[in-house]
């Protein structure tokens, strides 16, 4: 049954940390450690963990949350455009950093949904049931992240760091190591987003160099052509619907499956 969107992204999100500090169990039969921060043997062979260290574990998966973010979601691509974008428009710190944050975040999630959605439903959603164990949704959950990540990862990046690291080619997404499809995923979102912002920055060049042209042959070396070519940029922006038209197009370059 499909899920309302912000409850899907925040219950994924909430499982995987659950996930990370508790393992299934019955009545302890052994402790091992200091009180507070003791391991449990039950009588199944499973082992849980002191309250303290399950909270030492949830801070410890809370500060890595925006690593996760930046390295594993379009967040990287979508914010280098941005500040590319505003960049060629010369308009300064318009729009400001926190607005270009909460721009590329919740284009993160729209991208994202349908990939956290399948996390929720065939990892977090059956673990919290507790029809499946939590190595196993932890194994679910990567291996569908791991397959969004090689869909939008250059071959080319991911033989690199494959030959780097000393490995060979791998049958399928589940059998590639997150050591390689990491870096290898955001170097190839560094290169997408470099040529994306490329072409963003070419017309706004184009009218930079017009305006000062015109400005130096009417003499007025001592007015600022940026100055003068703002509204120009602007003003082309807002006519080709340049907010619209960024946004797809960032969008169109994620392959949903």
Do not use: C, H
Not at 40 to 69: C, F, H, K, R, W
Not at 224 to 247: E, Q
């Amino acid at each position: 049954m499909n899920k309302p969107f912000i409850q899907s992204i925040l219950s994924t999100l909430a499982g995987l940390g659950f996930m990370l500090v508790t393992t299934d169990g019955a009545m302890a039969q052994e402790a091992v450690g200091l009180p507070a921060l003791n391991m449990v043997t039950q009588s199944d062979g499973s082992t849980t963990y002191s309250l303290s260290l399950q909270i030492l574990a949830l801070m410890t998966a809370v500060s890595l949350l925006p690593s996760l973010v930046l390295g594993m979601t379009s967040f990287t691509r979508i914010i280098i455009v941005l500040s590319i974008l505003r960049q060629a428009m010369g308009t300064q710190q318009t729009p400001p950093n926190q607005v270009l944050i909460a721009i590329a975040l919740f284009l993160s999630l729209f991208i994202m949904t349908p990939t956290l959605t399948a996390v929720y439903d065939e990892a977090v959603d059956p673990y919290i049931e507790k029809q499946i164990p939590a190595d196993e949704a932890m194994t679910t959950g990567s291996t569908i992240m791991k397959s969004f990540m090689i869909r939008n990862t250059r071959e080319k990046d991911l033989v690199m760091f494959s030959e780097m690291a000393g490995e060979g080619s791998f049958e399928n997404n589940a059998d590639v190591p997150l050591t390689i499809v990491l870096p290898a995923f955001i170097t190839s979102e560094l290169k997408s987003a470099f040529q994306i912002g490329f072409l963003l920055f070419l017309p706004f060049l184009v009218i930079d160099m017009v305006i000062a042209s015109i400005l130096m042959s009417l003499g007025m070396m001592m007015l600022s052509p940026m100055l003068v070519a703002l509204p120009f940029k602007l003003l082309l922006f807002v006519l080709v619907d340049g907010w619209s038209m960024t946004v797809g197009s960032l969008v169109a370059t994620y392959a949903s499956g």
